[in-house]
């Protein structure tokens, strides 16, 4: 962190499974301008914060009591330090392997199984929820997500929403399918 001047840090990972199987978690593309709404750095327990950076975090929670029941709150506290412009560093260099089970949180989703799931949950209009919730809450006005037209407005930005290549597409399909279902209002 001293040598780049960052704020905030993760890593990639190896993730294994019970039967032998490994992959690299590979996180440490190029950040994008709203990447920090759409994904998360990696594994919450490769994170590592300056103390700045997570009194700013805390003061975040403390402000808007809604963000703790933010589930996934490795993708929180991303979003909240790249939303305030803090250097955030994601190393290359994997520094751990990472377990995956029936319990994962999240997890690799490499499967077309997890896929799937994603796919849903997304449709679902869930993971819309939270985005909103981020975007209110750190205060990203030009983000909407209430109606059809907010949504094919944002699934044009779709290059900066997600680092991998193949994530940008993914996020364009899924936002143009959720606008022809509608958001929730």
């Not at 803090?86 to 089970?101: A, G, S």
Request: proline share 4%; aromatic share 12%.
């Amino acid at each position: 962190m001293i040598a780049t001047g960052s704020e905030a840090y993760s890593a990639n990972v190896i993730a294994f499974w019970d039967d032998g199987r490994k992959a690299l978690i590979d996180k440490a593309q190029p950040q994008t301008e709203y990447d920090y709404l759409f994904e998360a750095a990696g594994p919450g327990c490769t994170y590592i914060f300056t103390k700045k950076s997570a009194n700013l975090i805390k003061n975040y929670l403390n402000d808007f009591p809604k963000l703790n029941d933010f589930v996934l709150h490795d993708w929180l506290c991303y979003a909240i330090l790249r939303h305030n412009q803090y250097k955030w560093f994601i190393d290359p260099v994997p520094k751990m392997m990472y377990r995956q089970h029936d319990s994962n949180q999240v997890g690799v989703n490499s499967s077309l199984k997890g896929k799937i799931a994603r796919v849903r949950y997304i449709l679902s209009g869930q993971a819309f929820d939270s985005i909103k919730l981020l975007a209110d809450a750190i205060d990203i006005p030009e983000i909407e997500l209430a109606t059809r037209k907010d949504v094919l407005f944002l699934a044009l930005k779709s290059r900066e929403l997600r680092r991998r290549k193949v994530d940008r597409i993914f996020i364009f399909i899924a936002l143009c399918l959720f606008a022809i279902k509608g958001p929730n209002k």
